[in-house]
């Protein structure tokens, strides 16, 4: 693979053999607490509600926040119900998952093939390929990059690696005009927050939200104009953002996919603000991370097939663009210089680990949706830019000691699994982050796993207090206030109902069906004799 000599930084493994390391004064240490800075980055850029406290403290305030709980509950009626709708209308979509899978597994295991094959073909193209092991890393190239242009006013459309890094907080600090162009990433702007949903990162918001902001924002519009429908918003989103697009210097996108075979990059939308970001400035840059490479545009179509129909409902999204390298001579439009900015950030220790079923990851955020937990939460509450059975696994890769605690955020009902269109098994991955040593469970925990285990071994100890407690939970269904006397379990009851108990076990009226059966056979036998 041809050297990418001018932001060769960090050392790492998958890059070694290709890539050439430069001496720099950065401090070591920096690099090694990059992933921690970047997630203290992200909390202290959102909202006041989202800070540093534990998970556990983040979801009470979620479940206290009442305009949250309503922007939740469109969770089930809209993505939930439009993605069954769009899987049942293509009979075949099981097939493709199964092919997809197969897909992902051989370029991951093959990624360093296709690594370089992409590189050549986006030099080929007149594209330039960065490699970027840590986050810094891409910060620093994407910074150089604008520095160079003379960029005053940056374009960038919604890419959730992007986020990962805390793209914008860094840009803006920097200096430069940085503006979200995807219309739930400018809410979320205008607010100071992180995305609460990796496709629909505005979710949390009533319609009375955005109704101030605009108005709290927009301040050189007429005070009386009209702000209550959709429509309303994404007209005057329009008009705010459609200078920016005009003038901008730089536009940054994601990428969905990236294509071996064809150099190109490839981004899903349903606005087309992504399609102004990369056409209209003179210097398109794309971030983006290594799991993101696809071998061919076959293997891509079949990606697509299931991308929309899993995150939205939709057979397609209304654009699907795809980017190759800067414009050509005989092109009416384009930008002039073409970048991918290609991340790492963790991802290379994660293949060949028992962990790398992750990065067949799509992000089509069907996880996200059918999750109890996000359902009851939003994403601001798990504190990461993650959220969701995704995020559980991710984000403690990403970043760290911070996000151990993530694992926990899930009831293992196993829905997330069922639905997922790359078949990755979160609850067994979630299951093996809770088993690792960050993740020791209190003193608390361990004493009641103990003595349900040893509980659980003695058949005899195990009816009786099945039979003793029976009584006490059926009683507690219709007396709420007896639970809260029970140790752990008075914060559980404070946001849940505890079904009414049958007065026997299952295991009790099973035995008892089975010797009745049995009676019934016998009487039979002895009449047919």
Known sequence: MRR??????????????YCSI????????????????????????????IEVPSFKERAHDALEDKKLQQALSVIPSGFVSKRAKAKAALPEFSDFSDQAVRIKNHTLANIEKYLEQFEDDVQNSGGKLHFAPEPQDALDIINEICSEKGAKLIAK?????????????????????TVETDLGEYLIQLRGEMPSHIIAPAVHLTRDN??????NTHKHLSKDRKLETPSDFVKEARLILREKFINADVGITGANFL????????????EGNGDLCQSLPKTHIVIASLEKLVPTLEDTSVLLRLLARSATGQSIS???????????VEDTSGPEEFHIVLLDNGRSKMLGS??????????????????????????????TVYPGPMGAVLSPHYFGEKAKDLPFASSFCGRCNEVCPMQIPLTKLMRKLREQPLNKRPPFAKVTMALWSQIAKRPKLYNFAMKAGLPFLSLAAK???????????????????????TSTSFQTAWMKKRDEDKAKSAKENERAK
């Open 318 to 328: 209304t654009y699907t663009t795809f980017a190759t390298g800067p414009k050509r």
């Open 22 to 49: 430069k001496n720099n004064d950065r401090v070591n240490d920096k690099r090694k607490t990059m992933s921690n800075q970047t997630f203290e980055k992200q909390v202290n850029s959102a909202s006041p509600s």
């Open 157 to 177: 459309g919604k890419t959730m690696v992007g986020e990962e890094i805390g793209l914008t907080h860094f840009l803006e600090e920097q200096g430069y005009e």
């Open 354 to 383: 028992e962990f790398a079923e992750m990065l067949r990851c799509i992000r089509c955020g069907a996880c996200l949706n059918h999750c109890p937990v996000y359902q009851n939460l939003g994403g601001h509450a798990y504190g």
């Open 259 to 270: 294509i071996a075979e064809t150099g190109s990059s490839v981004i899903v939308t349903n």
């Open 4 to 17: 990418v000599e001018k932001y060769r930084t960090v050392k790492t493994p998958l890059y070694e053999k």
């Open 479 to 501: 007396q709420n206030w007896l639970m809260s006397i029970v140790p752990g379990i008075k914060n559980w009851q404070k946001h849940r109902a505890l079904p009414e108990m």
């Open 210 to 215: 955005i109704r101030k902001d605009f108005l």
